[in-house]
């Protein structure tokens, strides 16, 4: 199915203007509240919307997607949009999120429940403890369906496992990142309070999810937020533009890397959040270990590997490796299921 088109015209005031609700939650308000857009009418068929940034073309196609629909499209006032938003979405604005524990025979839990408590108080979620009073008797299984009801994230404390164990059925959290339906953070060797946050994107729009939770967790901490840009070597006119250059270099290509790594920048300085923006050269796994192990970072964000098998092809899979080596926690993006 084709991706319904989008067209820039223009630029709107909100100030007095009357939104029609029900087109305008036509949008989904993840949407809405990420990329900073409100439907604000319909005309023959066409819907236009308002956004703070219009020349985002993942942001309008994911917006065009969504509606079904060709779309006009406006230039509106951040706080403005944000502010009619609040208004129009005023509950799920206002909706706490939902952390579920997992700790169970893990070597580090009581240190695991003391880290979630701090992310906790942090983002002003509700804790719940897996299984509750019968924890004991909770699997895996049932660990991920506790996690498809209204839950946002599973923090995930690793249970002891051999080394025969991880050599033959490999490593319980690789599992639990591989199988979980939302986000899951990995805690090993929990670090706080959030001082240093590594964000990796590969460009694809996958990464919207863990910029959503680079957002939650650097604007209340403070957090410094490092963005690494992984992608493998190109070829063609965008290798010529960026070899031997930086990452000024890649944010002037118009591939979906830059166009990716030109809205997390938008994003951070909408949020005034303390922001940079790294490169290296090498295959992926490279990149990623040596940024790690100069940077000190409390945190590392990333979005899932993707599930269809040949676009893992191409993208390679980054989510495993990390987690064969890895020494802090590990939070690994994928859309809430509710």
């Not at 209340?220 to 070597?233: E, I, K, R, W």
């Not at 960026?242 to 790594?261: E, F, I």
């Not at 303390?274 to 970072?297: C, H, M, S, T």
Request: negative net charge; proline residues 6%; hydrophobic residues 45%.
């Amino acid at each position: 199915m084709m991706t319904p088109r989008h067209r820039v015209s223009g630029y709107l005031t909100l100030d007095n203007l009357i939104v029609n609700r029900k087109v305008a939650r036509r949008l989904p308000a993840t949407l809405a509240f990420r990329y900073h857009a409100i439907p604000v009418g319909k005309a023959n068929g066409n819907i236009t919307v308002a956004m703070a940034d219009p020349y985002d073309q993942t942001a309008c196609q994911e917006i065009a997607k969504a509606l079904e629909t060709e779309l006009f499209v406006v230039q509106g006032d951040l706080t403005a949009i944000d502010e009619q938003l609040a208004e129009l979405w005023s509950a799920e604005a206002s909706q706490s999120l939902r952390f579920l524990v997992s700790q169970e025979d893990s070597p580090i839990a009581a240190e695991i429940q003391a880290y979630a408590r701090y992310l906790g108080q942090l983002l002003n979620a509700q804790l719940t403890d897996c299984g509750g009073a019968d924890r004991a008797e909770t699997t895996f299984d049932d660990l991920i369906e506790e996690a498809r009801h209204n839950i946002n994230l599973v923090i995930f404390g690793e249970p002891c496992q051999s080394l025969l164990g991880k050599l033959v059925t490999g490593s319980i959290g690789c599992k639990a990142a591989e199988q979980m339906p939302i986000s899951i953070l990995i805690t090993r060797y929990p670090r706080w309070p959030l001082r240093k946050i590594l964000l990796i994107t590969r460009g694809q729009g996958l990464d919207n999810v863990a910029v959503d939770w680079i957002i939650h967790l650097a604007q209340p901490s403070g957090a410094a937020v490092t963005v690494l840009a992984v992608q493998p070597p190109l070829s063609g006119p965008d290798s010529r533009a960026v070899a031997g250059g930086g990452m000024s270099d890649w944010l002037t290509t118009d591939t979906p890397l830059g166009q990716q790594l030109r809205r997390i920048a938008q994003q951070l300085v909408n949020w005034d959040i303390e922001g940079k923006l790294r490169f290296r050269q090498g295959p992926p796994d490279w990149q990623i270990k040596a940024e790690v192990n100069e940077g000190d970072y409390d945190l590392i964000v990333l979005a899932a590997d993707p599930e269809d098998w040949w676009t893992r092809r191409i993208l390679g899979r980054l989510v495993g490796p990390l987690l064969g080596w890895v020494d802090r926690p590990v939070l690994i993006a994928k859309s809430t299921v509710t």
